[in-house]
């Protein structure tokens, strides 16, 4: 007898990867461009060598869940971490989502919400964006008709470097909560924009905001992410990770890195300044772009320019400057998305750019 097949409602879906080329110039995966402090792993170093690392880690994950709480003001029972933000969202849905549930994302928009929908057996319902890529009231309005169990607002939201007003992400929640909708809010990229919803759950808000240190805390390399949410929430979420989920490296990690919180403020500053400058390099080249509150830009060539974005994006990578090509995406023709790398970098970008176009 051969193997099972895999789930049928699997079958035709294809794993979610970004490509990994060795080139000089990585912009392609939102990472921090800049390692963390250097003092950072000089602890690091110390505090492992302190591990028994022959036990299990601490289940509860109990100290790096109180510098998290601290760090947020909140309480330490409102805080969850796992391996990534995705793991977060995954058992967010776990939890939540399922066969016979519904979860709604608004497109374009990270793609691992509807992935790891697709994978729970959660049913995706879309709503479309404007064409600026914010969120209509009527996309909003038939996407509250169909009732999903989850909701998905992503902000600064990735593609897009869209970020959502308090105003615009109040009124979801007003709407979702009285259908008894779970509003997640991935704040993945919160730093690089100028409010947290998190001050929402402090005002009473029943929602889950997820956040990672991937990004602001230039530790993609550790895969550390986390919730803050009503403790009834985080209660739920426990109930479907694995024993001993978070491993004891990880949760030294993310403590040491929480006594570095200036460092990762300077990081952000400097990523928010070269953003604006190439912003502002963008206004002077036949491309068009999408203001953001992330360290990604959205752009994609003019007709003026004569070039398609696949053409773009081989040509800079010929010069081995790797951008994400968004440009079969849905809703995406033509688009790249650039990270925000360090101003050596985001200089040979734009040489390139310049050069090519
Ligand atoms: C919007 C968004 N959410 C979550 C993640 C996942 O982050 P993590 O590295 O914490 O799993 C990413 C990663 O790129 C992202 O862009």
């Known amino acids: 007898m051969g193997l099972p097949e895999i789930r049928d409602d699997l079958s035709r879906l294809e794993g979610y990867h970004s490509p990994q080329v060795d080139v000089d110039i990585r912009l392609n995966t939102n990472e921090s461009p800049m390692p963390p402090p250097k003092e950072w ?9 302190k591990v028994g690392w022959n ?8 100290q790096l869940h109180r510098d998290i709480a601290d ?8 805080v969850l971490a796992a391996n990534g933000s995705n793991e977060i969202l995954q058992s967010l849905l776990l939890a939540y989502g399922g066969f016979g549930r519904k979860a709604s994302v608004f497109e374009p928009t990270y793609a691992l919400h509807s992935h790891i929908s697709t994978l729970t057996g959660t049913e995706v319902i879309v709503g479309e964006c404007n064409e600026d890529f914010g969120i209509g009231e009527e996309t909003v309005d038939s996407v509250l008709m169909q009732e999903p169990d989850v909701l998905f607002l992503c902000s600064p939201n990735n593609p897009t470097g869209v970020v959502s007003t308090r ?6 929640i007003d709407k979702f909560s009285e259908i008894g909708t779970l509003v997640v809010i991935d704040e993945a990229y919160g730093e690089f924009s100028d409010w947290t919803a998190i ?19 230039s530790m993609a390399g550790v895969r550390l992410g986390y919730v803050v949410a009503p403790e009834e929430i985080v209660e739920s979420m426990k109930t479907v990770l694995l024993p001993y989920h978070l491993d004891s490296f990880k ?7 929480l006594r570095h919180i200036s460092d990762m403020h300077s990081r952000v500053e400097l990523l928010v300044n070269e953003r604006k400058r190439i912003a502002e390099k963008f206004d002077s080249l036949p491309v068009q772009q999408w203001p953001s509150g992330a360290n990604f830009i959205l752009f ?8 398609t974005g696949e053409v773009l994006w081989e040509a800079l990578l010929e010069r081995s400057v790797l951008v994400r090509n968004c440009s079969t995406w849905p809703r995406l023709e033509g688009c790249l998305r650039v990270t925000i790398g360090t101003p050596e970098e985001n200089n040979s970008f734009l040489e390139h750019l310049e050069a090519i176009l």
């Open 41 to 49: 792993m000089e602890d690091l170093n110390r505090e492992l060598l």
């Open 55 to 62: 036990r299990y880690p601490d289940r509860m994950a109990t």
């Open 167 to 172: 105003e615009f992400v109040k009124s979801i």
């Open 199 to 217: 001050d929402l759950i402090r005002d009473g808000a029943h929602i889950a905001v997820t956040k990672t240190f991937s990004k602001t805390w």
């Open 251 to 257: 949760q030294i990690a993310g403590s040491l890195a």
């Open 71 to 78: 760090f947020h003001n909140v309480d330490p029972d409102m």
């Open 300 to 307: 994609r060539p003019t007709p003026e320019a004569k070039i």
